[in-house]
């Protein structure tokens, strides 16, 4: 057994023990106010459990709205980023690699420097087409 403290560090090449094949893991926290993100892609599918909060997400190229409890399901290549953000608490999920392909880049990559710029996510009120 293992245990990655993830608050400290994520899981990933340095810090996962050699029988675990999941890539990367770890979580991500958007403060309701002052938050900021980029758009990009990665070599291996991503998953988001959405833990707190609620957002308006890109996803290969279609905004949609997520929630606590959520699965986001990204595949590899597809762009995807965080819009805005919903409600009175702050936006948080845990992210998890999939395995992908040999050699395959870990983190954020970018198809242009444009969008590789952190950019405002806005708080706004709840959306009235927001799903209940």
Same mark, same amino acid.
């Given at each position: 057994m293992a245990v990655i403290h993830?608050?400290?560090r994520p899981l990933g090449p340095l810090t996962k023990p050699e029988?675990?094949?999941t890539p990367s893991a770890g979580f991500f926290r958007m403060p309701k106010e002052g938050?900021?993100?980029d758009c990009h892609y990665h070599e291996h599918n991503e998953l988001y459990l959405i833990?707190?909060?609620m957002a308006k997400i890109l996803n290969a190229g279609r905004d949609q709205y997520v929630r606590e409890?959520?699965?986001v399901c990204i595949k590899a290549g597809d762009e995807h980023d965080i819009l805005e953000v919903y409600g009175d608490e702050d936006f948080e999920l845990f992210? &998890?690699?999939?395995p992908g392909p040999d050699r395959a880049r870990l983190g954020h &990559?970018?198809?242009?420097p444009e969008k590789a710029q952190p950019h405002p996510v806005p708080a706004k009120p709840i959306p009235p087409d927001f799903p209940g």
């Open positions: 993830a608050s400290e029988w675990c094949q938050g900021e993100h833990s707190r909060g409890r959520d699965i992210w &998890l690699y999939e &990559l970018h198809r242009s």
